[in-house]
């Protein structure tokens, strides 16, 4: 029997809100069956999401058609994409998973279908899904990168996400953007933060510790700034949570705004952690809530032993399954749930006699239309949004085709950015950061001032406009590929290739540092000359600050002047030694 858009608003218990959902779309169609109703097993159920970069509204996020695996990577979770994942996760095509999974028929489905996310249709889902299976029995874990990403969080220093954090309901959290405020404000707002902050990897640095800094770290004798790890008793079970921040937070990010701590991935001490939690701690279960990057993640599984469940983030990757890594105690269960609000994973445990004897676990994809804001959030949201509604709102110009950015390469918004530097500051060449953050805008919808920031928005802005050789560019492009392409994923730091305007080249990413990128070739067909100076702008530096203009007003320049967001050439590398690899799909000749 079907139902009515009314009867299934009450199915997944939001009786009376149905008139809040929209009347087209995929919510509009009668539906047979309800996608958040989950059978419960087990005792302890673990909530979590990751990497919603400060997306309190619902959003359109296209998945990406580029996620390369090089190496042991090669064709593996999460280096898929396509039909080939549905296909690797029994996905069926053509369906709402498949267009949540996937980057296959967007714009068609995302039209069908609707946004995703929005923090008030994730405050009703995750607490039914709380209520539904005992509220004392689950936890709700963030992975981080939560602070950064819109509009409202730069102008409020991330605490307008402290505040729906804490409406949402969240327990435990670690971070990585959120450590591109400065360290006061960071501390200010995790002192505001209702749950926990852990981070067994971020260390104060000696000199700090002698000028004061005992006042706020965790614990002197052992460095730790922030607490390492919680005991949660839930489903009658002790459950051990620790926190790894991301462990590349100083050399991605500007460590001017942090100097005082130290970060890496010190995986031998987290051994020695879980050791010591198994053994005077009493715990059932050990998990932990990372933002290393879902390769680094699984190749810390396989060589840190006695971890059940890695719950990760920071590659925004959203992955139907857990990756089952075994190790030298046995196995551990590494998961990603996307970014931007779009997913939240639900890993139910079976924890009986010190041990997981058993788990299910579900990606649930969060459709707007398919569930009804829970109203004290949307208030919330509406309250923080409220002083900044017109420069958010400001409409610069109609897409006249997809504007994404997610993938290896440039993307089509990237490349607004990067046509954008070029003309305003009259340069050859520019350089935009291989961000993963930024939402999606359909054809013909109206670009507006909160979709520039939404790709743009961080606390380091500035532009620049300089001269580099070509040596120089080629020296910038082989040392992104090296950090995305190497093999060894511990000396990945997440992220996808600089993103260019003014030239191509060609890269071949089985090849080793130095020999990856060649025949660089400005868009005029002269050839890149190794000894020659370009003029080049960007954005976004990591170092010393720059002096140019915030690169969202820079972007919105272009595009008032423009009158329409186009692009006449997507500067996207011709590729080598790619055939077959289950990583790209309809890439362009």
Same mark, same amino acid.
Not at 173 to 181: A, K, Q, S
């Given at each position: 029997?079907?139902?009515?858009?009314?009867?299934?608003?009450?199915?997944?218990?939001?009786?009376?809100?149905?008139?809040?959902?929209?009347?087209?779309?995929?919510?509009?169609?009668?539906?047979?069956?309800?996608?958040?109703?989950?059978?419960?097993?087990?005792?302890?159920?673990?909530?979590?999401?990751?990497?919603?970069?400060?997306?309190?509204?619902?959003?359109?996020? $296209?998945?990406?058609?580029?996620?390369?695996?090089?190496?042991?990577?090669?064709?593996?979770?999460?280096?898929?994409?396509?039909?080939?994942?549905?296909?690797?996760?029994?996905?069926?095509?053509?369906?709402?998973?498949?267009?949540?999974?996937?980057?296959?028929?967007?714009?068609?489905?995302?039209?069908?279908?609707?946004?995703?996310?929005?923090?008030?249709?994730?405050?009703?889902?995750?607490?039914?899904? $709380?209520?539904?299976?005992?509220?004392?029995?689950?936890?709700?874990?963030?992975?981080?990168?939560?602070?950064?990403?819109?509009?409202?969080?730069?102008?409020?220093?991330?605490?307008?996400?402290?505040?729906?954090?804490?409406?949402?309901? =969240?327990?435990?959290?670690?971070?990585?953007?959120?450590?591109?405020?400065?360290? @006061?404000?960071?501390?200010?707002? &995790?002192?505001?933060?209702?749950?926990?902050?852990?981070?067994?990897?971020?260390?104060?640095?000696?000199?700090?510790?002698?000028?004061?800094?005992?006042?706020?770290?965790?614990?002197?004798?052992?460095?730790?700034?922030?607490?390492?790890?919680?005991?949660?008793?839930?489903?009658?079970?002790?459950?051990?949570?620790?926190?790894?921040?991301?462990?590349?937070?100083?050399?991605?990010?500007?460590?001017?705004?942090?100097?005082?701590?130290?970060?890496? &991935?010190?995986?031998?001490?987290? @051994?020695?952690?879980?050791?010591?939690?198994?053994?005077?701690?009493?715990?059932?279960?050990?998990?932990?809530?990372?933002?290393?990057?879902?390769?680094?993640?699984?190749?810390?599984?396989?060589?840190?032993?006695?971890?059940?469940?890695?719950?990760?983030?920071?590659?925004?990757?959203?992955?139907?399954?857990? !990756?089952?890594?075994?190790?030298?105690?046995?196995?551990?269960?590494?998961?990603?749930?996307?970014?931007?609000?779009?997913?939240?994973?639900?890993?139910?445990?079976?924890?009986?006699?010190?041990?997981?004897?058993?788990?299910?676990?579900?990606?649930?994809?969060?459709?707007?239309?398919?569930?009804?804001?829970?109203?004290?959030?949307?208030?919330?949201?509406?309250?923080?949004?409220?002083?900044?509604?017109?420069?958010?709102?400001?409409?610069?110009?109609?897409?006249?085709?997809?504007?994404?950015?997610?993938?290896?390469?440039?993307? !089509?918004?990237?490349?607004?950015?990067?046509?954008?530097?070029?003309?305003?500051?009259?340069?050859?060449?520019?350089?935009?950061?291989?961000?993963?953050?930024? !939402?999606?805008?359909?054809?013909? @919808?109206?670009?507006?001032?909160?979709?520039?920031?939404?790709?743009?928005?961080?606390?380091?802005?500035?532009?620049?406009?300089?001269?580099?050789?070509?040596?120089?560019?080629?020296? &910038?492009?082989?040392? =992104?590929?090296?950090?995305?392409?190497?093999?060894?994923?511990?000396?990945?730091?997440?992220?996808?290739?600089?993103?260019?305007?003014?030239?191509?080249?060609?890269?071949?990413?089985?090849?080793?540092?130095?020999?990856?990128?060649?025949?660089?070739?400005?868009?005029?067909?002269?050839?890149?000359?190794?000894?020659?100076?370009?003029?080049?702008?960007?954005?976004?530096?990591?170092?010393?600050?720059?002096?140019?203009?915030?690169?969202?007003?820079?972007?919105?320049?272009?595009?008032?002047?423009?009158?329409?967001?186009?692009?006449?050439?997507?500067?996207?590398?011709?590729?080598?030694?790619?055939?077959?690899?289950?990583?790209?799909?309809?890439?362009?000749?």
């Amino acid at each position: 029997m079907s139902m009515s858009r009314r009867e299934f608003a009450q199915l997944i218990g939001l009786a009376g809100a149905a008139g809040m959902l929209p009347t087209t779309g995929f919510a509009a169609a009668k539906q047979t069956a309800d996608p958040y109703e989950l059978e419960n097993f087990g005792n302890v159920r673990l909530l979590h999401i990751t990497d919603c970069h400060a997306q309190l509204n619902p959003v359109y996020f $296209r998945e990406p058609n580029v996620n390369l695996g090089v190496g042991t990577a090669y064709g593996k979770a999460p280096h898929l994409v396509g039909e080939k994942l549905l296909g690797h996760f029994g996905i069926a095509p053509n369906t709402l998973e498949a267009h949540a999974f996937s980057c296959l028929n967007y714009e068609s489905a995302a039209r069908q279908y609707g946004k995703v996310g929005g923090f008030a249709h994730l405050k009703t889902l995750v607490d039914r899904l $709380r209520e539904t299976y005992g509220r004392e029995k689950t936890l709700l874990l963030d992975g981080g990168d939560t602070w950064q990403g819109s509009g409202t969080s730069y102008k409020t220093r991330g605490m307008d996400m402290v505040k729906a954090t804490n409406e949402l309901g =969240v327990d435990i959290m670690t971070g990585h953007w959120e450590f591109t405020y400065h360290q @006061q404000e960071i501390l200010d707002n &995790i002192k505001a933060f209702n749950g926990e902050f852990l981070a067994q990897n971020v260390f104060v640095t000696e000199d700090a510790l002698f000028e004061g800094a005992d006042e706020y770290i965790h614990d002197e004798d052992t460095g730790h700034v922030f607490k390492p790890y919680s005991i949660k008793e839930i489903g009658g079970a002790r459950i051990a949570v620790i926190g790894q921040a991301f462990p590349r937070t100083k050399i991605a990010n500007p460590a001017r705004f942090i100097p005082d701590w130290t970060f890496d &991935i010190y995986d031998d001490l987290l @051994q020695e952690q879980v050791d010591a939690i198994r053994a005077n701690e009493k715990v059932d279960a050990v998990v932990v809530i990372s933002h290393n990057g879902m390769d680094v993640d699984i190749a810390m599984a396989s060589r840190v032993s006695g971890i059940d469940v890695i719950l990760g983030g920071h590659t925004h990757d959203g992955m139907p399954e857990p !990756t089952v890594v075994k190790n030298a105690a046995g196995k551990t269960l590494v998961c990603n749930v996307g970014s931007n609000g779009k997913f939240l994973g639900v890993m139910d445990l079976d924890v009986t006699n010190g041990k997981v004897r058993g788990f299910r676990y579900r990606l649930l994809p969060v459709f707007s239309e398919l569930i009804a804001p829970d109203p004290s959030m949307a208030q919330l949201i509406t309250d923080i949004r409220q002083p900044y509604t017109s420069w958010l709102n400001e409409e610069l110009a109609p897409a006249d085709e997809v504007m994404f950015r997610r993938g290896n390469f440039n993307g !089509t918004f990237d490349q607004v950015i990067c046509d954008a530097l070029r003309k305003v500051n009259d340069a050859q060449v520019s350089l935009s950061p291989g961000f993963r953050w930024g !939402t999606t805008v359909l054809q013909g @919808q109206m670009v507006t001032m909160e979709h520039v920031l939404d790709q743009t928005c961080l606390t380091y802005p500035e532009t620049y406009v300089r001269e580099m050789t070509g040596a120089e560019l080629k020296l &910038i492009l082989e040392d =992104v590929a090296d950090n995305l392409f190497n093999p060894e994923p511990y000396l990945q730091s997440g992220g996808d290739m600089v993103r260019v305007g003014g030239f191509d080249y060609v890269c071949d990413p089985t090849a080793k540092i130095g020999n990856r990128i060649s025949e660089m070739t400005l868009d005029n067909g002269e050839r890149i000359d190794a000894n020659k100076r370009y003029k080049v702008s960007g954005w976004a530096t990591v170092g010393a600050r720059s002096e140019g203009a915030d690169i969202w007003d820079v972007v919105a320049d272009y595009l008032r002047d423009r009158k329409v967001a186009s692009i006449d050439k997507l500067n996207t590398p011709k590729l080598k030694n790619v055939t077959g690899n289950p990583g790209i799909v309809d890439y362009p000749a």
